[in-house]
């Protein structure tokens, strides 16, 4: 999120200065996928636990957004989350799935 809220602002400027940005909604808006459900809570809630009062306050800008509607997180499996493929090492068999997934094979 923190290279999306930039550019949904840059998006935003563009269209107060005139500039032709297509969007079907008038309101700019980005889905993400989630795969943990204390990542999700924790954007949605503001609430500080023990183990989370680490999180720099930096951080926590992103539930406004969340709050807003102007991110939407869904949850999804693991199985399915993309980002893994990038991130972490997987099985070969998910990492097939995913790879055949993201290439469109």
Known sequence: ??????????????????????TTDPRIHCKAFEDNMGAIELSKLPKLRPR????NIVYH???????????????????DQQADIF???????????????ISGF
Do not use: A, S
Request: proline share 7%.
């Open 87 to 101: 991130t972490k090492p997987l099985p070969q068999n998910l990492f097939l799935k995913l790879r055949k997934r």
């Open 52 to 55: 989370t009062k680490h999180i």
């Open 1 to 22: 999120m923190r290279d999306v809220i930039p550019m949904m602002g840059l998006l935003k400027e563009m269209k107060h200065f005139g500039f032709n940005v297509r």
């Open 61 to 79: 800008h992103f539930r406004e957004f969340v709050t807003n509607e102007l991110i939407k997180i869904f949850p999804i499996r693991t199985e």
